[in-house]
């Protein structure tokens, strides 16, 4: 049996304790003011791909806010929403004030990913952490109104951005992306992308495009990558994935051919593996030194649940 204590199976990163994202307050102006003005009011404070962490005995990301403009944090603030009836908010901050924050003892910049994977994060912060990346770095990459040019402001508590020239609205963008488990009886198809860790192998993704069934898509990206034919696509569950917007669709499905022609352009490599060797890699136990996805991943946990029995 595959199980991992921090992330069960069937509970990935980014998607377990989501909060309620209230939406009803987002065009309150005052009420939003008022509750960045509460003692108990915490903001996630993100640089690119990189968070705030507070390095206390235990290491947290969620700062007062008043924590957080003393770091540099910009005053602008994007309202995620109520945790347990708390206010949450992500905030932005300016590179020099990163900067100015290195070699500090109480705080440290750590890349998300790696705070994830190292387990440096409670799991019960990381969909609120998940929101705060994802629509404070829209915001920074979407400055400006796709339909004219002109500079665009912030509105609806962060939710939306609107053009004062035209008067076009924006609205944050999520990527749906499906990520897929091939089975073919007691084989599993994983590939190797070039960026990935050495000896790392994971389950096969791709974005869906314009006009596709998610069906679709996973048989089009299997096709593509794999040059195998697959039928039988079934939903499995789905992952919020903040690099930078993106929704991971995992699903299954069955082979109907076997051999394999990779596609060097997308991927490394691909190839079969037996339900020992997929277990082994999962346990990280595997005798070449193979490795699975790792537990905050999706991919884990389709190969988990298959191995499970599921
Ligand atoms: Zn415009």
């Not at 963008?173 to 994983?190: N, Q």
């Not at 593996?273 to 999962?282: G, I, N, P, Q, T």
Request: with cysteine; charged share 20%; aromatic share 6%.
């Amino acid at each position: 049996m595959i199980t991992n204590p921090l992330f069960p199976v069937g509970s990935p990163g980014f998607a377990t304790h989501p909060i309620d994202r209230a939406a009803h307050l987002r065009d309150d102006v005052e009420k939003l003011m008022a509750l960045e003005e509460r003692a108990d009011a915490r903001a996630y404070v993100v640089h690119r791909d990189q968070l705030l962490i507070k390095t206390e005995s235990t290491p947290t990301a969620a700062l007062s806010l008043k924590e957080a403009r003393g770091f540099g944090a910009n005053p602008g603030t994007v309202f995620l929403g109520l945790r347990d009836g708390r206010p949450l908010f992500g905030m932005g901050i300016p590179a020099q004030a990163v900067e100015a924050l290195m070699g500090r003892p109480d705080v440290r910049v750590n890349d998300l990913r790696g705070a994830v994977t190292q387990g440096l994060l409670p799991v019960e912060e990381l969909s609120a952490i998940a929101m705060a990346k994802s629509l404070v770095s829209w915001h920074q990459r979407h400055g400006f109104c796709a339909n004219c040019g002109q500079k665009s402001a912030m509105s609806s508590g962060g939710w939306r951005r609107d053009c004062p020239a035209c008067k076009t609205q924006h609205f944050p963008r999520t990527d749906p992306v499906v990520i897929m488990l091939v089975t073919d009886g007691e084989r599993c198809l994983l590939g190797r992308q070039a960026q990935f860790p050495p000896g790392m192998w994971s389950c096969l993704a791709g974005f869906v495009e314009i006009a596709e069934t998610i069906e679709d898509a996973v048989r089009r990206e299997v096709a593509e990558e794999a040059g195998v034919a697959c039928t039988d696509v079934a939903y499995y569950r789905a992952q919020p994935w903040p690099y930078p917007s993106s929704l991971m669709i995992g699903c299954t499905a069955r082979a109907t051919t076997t051999d394999i022609v990779v596609d060097k352009t997308e991927l490394e490599d691909a190839r079969w593996f037996s339900r020992d060797e997929a277990a082994a890699m999962l346990r990280r136990e595997h005798p070449d030194g193979l490795l699975g996805p790792h537990p905050v991943a999706i991919a884990y946990h389709l190969v988990a649940q298959w191995l499970n029995g599921a």
